[in-house]
């Protein structure tokens, strides 16, 4: 166990160094009057984490997500507002009235299967429904909403 | 019936079939919804513009002094996870169907593991390494924008292809949904009719039994109507009409308690326990039967009663139609005591009718044989004169006596046929014969024209046909003064019979059509309109007529006033093919030279002495038995020449004497026995020849036929006359039967003195040079010896006419005299001797 995790360590800096992960990424929430505050994958990490089994419509089978629910992560940074503007890394973004957005999900995705997901794999932070769970996740708005290397979100009044 | 379930089981498919239609719909629905494609072509977009960025980038860094290699790896980690989103999930699912699709993945599949192990070194990126990045990604851009395209073509065909689907299945639901609307819409229709039907019946109904309560009502039958226990639950006005309780007094009561007489009473309520127990019926359901009911006032009545069952409110109940019939009855009664009375009085009639004739014949029996036994003693012209007068008047009666006795014969039904093979021809020719001497007496001629299809033998009752004919020639000739009669024998023939007409038509004075039933009514219900004598007077018409009915023929007349009548008698007869050759029993013969003792058995002793004067007066020796018993016994002991049986007499009568005589070998065994029968009982004749009779006479007995019969007897046929007999007697009896005694006499003195005239005149004639005329005047003769049965006298002139020799012609001349003298002395014997 501790010999695989060296390993893994050791060989992830030797033969994927230019494997972008969570560290030096970060989501950045920012509130109505300009202030804005970072989430990095530590500061996620010690928050209520959430997880779930589903299938999506991006990936193969099904796969395990867990990370911080987005009503979680708006308390923790103690913006009030009507809409949340999601933005992605490539400038993506989409708007989510904040009355819509469910106690326990959607969750900000940390993990997937147990493992932080690469740039390259939709990471580091991915929005997931369950989509499984409930056909109301598998509409035009839940796909679009399902925002991937997502990296800001603006809280607007 | 059926056809209700048919609709319910047609809407029940329906909506099973709507409700599984429609159970797929929400499904579909869903997909639409869900639109999970959408999101992949919107991928297909994204990963065109990552290309697009990564290629700017990649320009930009060539371009630049120290390029920025994190940020060229952190673009390109961008777009290469664009390329994941079409490799994977969904997004591959959509280039399964496309070859060229999956072509342009796998070059981008290439260009990720290119890409990868370019950033993947480490340290940063050099000028080389940037220039092939962006070679390799504008290598590809046209090959993504080409995915693009795809995409976005093939997510519509598959929209499309789901949108063609849902609208199909919407368009069967709501195809379905108007059937079954139009289903509903049957229904209720169909279920509207039945209703209205229903109403309709219903409505029927109850003015059936409107109208059956009122009928009760008013019908005129009477109607009561009870309950399993016999109580009176309905009882119409009818009823109460004939019964004479009223409605509120009968209700509620017992019928045995009320109109059902005292004697029916246990028999009614056995009868009805029957019935309720094991269900029996007797008296229900029997149709129209008669009883006797009981009146409030206690009168007993009949009554026509008709009794059904039905059941009312679960129970059973009778219903009886009653019919008062006590005035039918009554009207019954009288007219069946009407019919008996009726009856009575006709047969009553028949019997006076028959026992007066039988009484008045057997004096007239006397008187007239005693006339007929005076005329042979001597006589002055006076007492001559009152003993024809008293002869004639004594005929007459007889006659009548006789006709009245054919009619209440025929009438009683007493009267049978006796039929035979006969000749018709030769009865007619016979009738004709004998009545010529009357219709020549009156200067009237008689024609016979009988069709030659009438030859041959007939079946039936010849005497009848003889009688009938009689009667019509004989009136044709009697009511003529002019003209004369003509007698037409006709025929049609069928397969087996011939319809015989004969035809008598006068040229008299002719009957008023009026008349043309009157006369062949009873002479009792003409009254005489005028002294002089009409058609219809006497009985002959009448019997005439009753007999061709009885033959199953007619006769009727017809005839205009003063151009004569026409009375057509027409009959049925069965032809006969062959000749008749019956073989008869061996006549006896008896001369009346050898007839010397005569055994008379008769009852009455007045008949029986007339009869002994006449046979001792013809020089028989007479023994006389006053029963059959007796003639039996004296039969026994002597032998006789001759035996005159009477047919009724008492203790034994003349059949069974006659039988027992024939049998054994009594010494009277081949005697020649003679019955004698009372006027009418012909039916007697065929009895009398089985036991053994030869002979058949008709009382009274007169002298005249008794000498024919005598003298007949040596040849027991009537048509069976000897060539060597001077006359054919029986000849002679048709004659003095039509015409009577005196007038046959005449006509016979008339014809001797035309012959020996006509002898003379011959006498003068040579028969070498004047034959023809000897033919001639010699077939008159013949002619009229013929119509007088003198035959030897025929032949002697017949001999005459074919003789050349002028002494043989002569001598058969003389012969001719000889045989007439012979024939006028047998002739003057027999008729009255004394008379003419």
Redesign the interface.
């Known amino acids: 166990m501790k010999y695989s995790s060296i390993f893994s360590v050791v060989a992830s800096l030797v033969f994927?160094?230019?494997?972008?992960l969570a560290e030096g990424h970060s989501v950045s929430v920012q509130g109505p009057d300009g202030s804005s505050r970072k989430f990095s994958l530590e500061t996620l990490d010690n928050l209520p984490q959430t997880s779930f089994e589903t299938s999506?419509?991006?990936?193969?089978g099904v796969v395990a997500f867990s990370g911080v629910s987005l009503s979680a992560i708006l308390d923790e940074a103690g913006f009030s507002g009507a809409i949340v503007r999601m933005s992605a890394?490539?400038d993506?973004s989409v708007d989510f009235p904040m009355a819509e957005i469910g106690k326990d999900y959607p969750i900000v995705a940390t993990r997937m299967n147990g493992t932080e997901m690469?740039?390259?794999?939709?990471g580091p932070y991915w929005m997931v429904f369950p989509y499984d769970a409930d056909?109301s996740y598998?509409?035009?708005t839940a796909?679009?909403r399902s925002v991937?290397?997502l990296s800001k979100l603006l809280v607007i009044k | 019936m059926i056809k209700r379930f048919a609709i319910y089981g047609a809407i029940s498919g329906l909506t099973i079939l709507l409700i599984l239609l429609w159970s797929g719909l929400p499904g579909q629905l869903r997909a639409i919804l869900i639109a999970e494609t959408d999101d992949t072509q919107w991928t297909v977009f994204q990963l065109e513009t990552e290309f697009a960025n990564l290629s700017v980038a990649l320009a930009q860094a060539e371009n630049a002094p120290a390029p920025d290699s994190s940020a060229l790896r952190f673009r390109t980690d961008i777009t290469l996870s664009r390329v994941n989103l079409v490799t994977k999930g969904l997004g591959r699912d959509l280039w399964v169907e496309s070859p060229e699709a999956r072509e342009i993945i796998a070059r981008l599949e290439g260009f990720t593991r290119a890409s990868t192990a370019l950033i993947d070194k480490l340290g940063d990126l050099s000028k080389q390494d940037i220039v092939r990045l962006s070679a390799l990604t504008n290598s590809l851009r046209p090959d993504v924008r080409r995915l693009a395209i795809l995409g976005v073509t093939l997510g519509t065909e598959a929209k499309e292809a789901e949108r063609v689907a849902f609208a199909n299945q919407l368009r069967g639901v709501g195809f379905l949904a108007i059937v079954l609307i139009a289903g509903i819409v049957g229904a209720l229709l169909f279920l509207d009719r039945l209703l209205v039907r229903a109403r309709s019946k219903d409505d029927a109904l109850r003015a059936t039994a409107d109208r059956l309560s009122s009928t009760v009502t008013a019908s005129l039958d009477g109607i009561v109507i009870s309950n399993q226990a016999g109580e009176v639950i309905e009882f119409n006005e009818a009823a109460v009409g004939i019964f004479g309780w009223s409605r509120v007094e009968i209700l509620g009561q017992k019928m045995s308690a009320t109109f059902v007489p005292q004697h029916h009473r246990s028999a009614h309520e056995s009868g009805m326990e029957r019935y309720l127990s094991t269900g029996d019926p007797h008296v229900i359901d029997a149709g129209r039967i008669e009883l006797s009911a009981l009146r409030k006032s206690g009168e007993e009545f009949p009554i026509e009663l008709n009794i059904t069952s039905t059941q009312r409110d679960g129970e059973k109940v009778f219903i009886a139609y009653i019919r008062d019939i006590s005035e039918r009855k009554i009207n019954e009664q009288k007219l069946v005591e009407a019919r008996d009375r009726a009856e009575r009085a006709d047969k009553a009639k028949s019997q006076f009718l028959t026992v007066m004739s039988h009484e008045m014949r057997t004096p007239l029996n006397g008187i007239l044989g005693v006339l007929d036994l005076l005329k042979t003693t001597p006589l002055d012209k006076k007492q001559q004169r009152f003993v024809q007068v008293a002869a004639a008047s004594g005929e007459i009666l007889l006659e009548n006596v006789n006709e009245a006795l054919d009619i209440t014969r025929i009438e009683s039904g007493v009267m049978s046929l006796s039929p035979d093979e006969f000749s018709l021809r030769a009865t007619v020719q016979r009738v004709a014969d004998v009545l010529r001497t009357l219709a020549d007496e009156k200067g009237l001629s008689l024609e016979v024209d009988i069709d030659t299809s009438m030859n041959g033998s007939f079946f039936g009752d010849g005497s009848r046909i003889n009688q009938i004919l009689t009667n019509l020639i004989g009136n044709a000739i009697k009511f003529t003064d002019e003209g004369g009669v003509t007698v037409a024998v006709e025929g049609i023939h069928g397969p087996e019979t011939t319809l015989v007409r004969i035809k008598v038509r006068d040229t008299g004075n002719g009957i008023p059509a009026d008349k043309f039933e009157a006369i062949f009514e009873d002479f009792v219900a003409l009254a005489r309109s005028e002294g002089r004598q009409n058609r219809g007077d006497g009985l002959g018409l009448s019997i005439s007529r009753k007999i061709a009915r009885l033959m199953d023929g007619d006769l009727k007349v017809d005839s205009h006033n003063g151009d004569g009548s026409t009375f057509t008698l027409s009959v049925p007869l069965l032809r006969v093919a062959t000749e008749f050759s019956e073989t008869q029993p061996e006549a006896r013969h008896v001369s009346s030279e050898i007839i010397k003792s005569v055994l008379i058995v008769e009852d009455n002793a007045i008949n029986r002495s007339v009869l002994r004067e006449m046979l001792t007066g013809f020089g028989h020796a007479v023994t006389e038995a006053d029963n059959g018993l007796e003639g039996f016994k004296k039969a026994q002991g002597t032998k006789f020449d001759l035996i005159i049986m009477d047919i009724s007499m008492p203790f034994m009568d003349g059949i069974e004497a006659t039988r027992r005589i024939r049998q054994g070998n009594g010494p009277n065994a081949q005697t020649y026995i003679l019955g004698l029968t009372a006027h009418g009982r012909e039916e007697y004749r065929s009895k009398s020849k089985t036991a053994g009779m030869d002979g058949f006479c008709t009382k009274p007995l007169r002298l005249s036929e008794l000498k024919l019969t005598l003298s007949g007897i040596r040849e027991n046929d009537r048509s069976g006359t000897s060539l060597e007999d001077p006359i054919a007697l029986e000849v002679i009896d048709d004659l003095r039967k039509a015409l009577g005694d005196t007038k046959t006499q005449q006509t016979a003195n008339r014809f001797f003195a035309e012959l020996k005239e006509g002898l003379g005149a011959l006498a003068q004639k040579s028969p070498t040079t004047e034959a023809t005329v000897i033919s001639e005047m010699v077939h008159k003769l013949r002619g009229s010896a013929g119509l007088l049965g003198l035959q030897s006298v025929e032949n002697a002139l017949d001999r005459a006419s074919s003789i050349e020799k002028t002494e043989d012609y002569l001598a058969a001349l003389k012969q001719a005299q000889t045989e007439a003298d012979a024939a006028a002395v047998a002739i003057k014997s027999f008729l009255s001797p004394s008379d003419g």
Do not use: C, E, F, H
């Open positions: 994927s160094p230019g494997v972008v999506t419509i991006w990936t193969d890394l490539n993506y690469p740039v390259r794999d939709k056909p598998r509409t035009k796909y679009a991937w290397q």
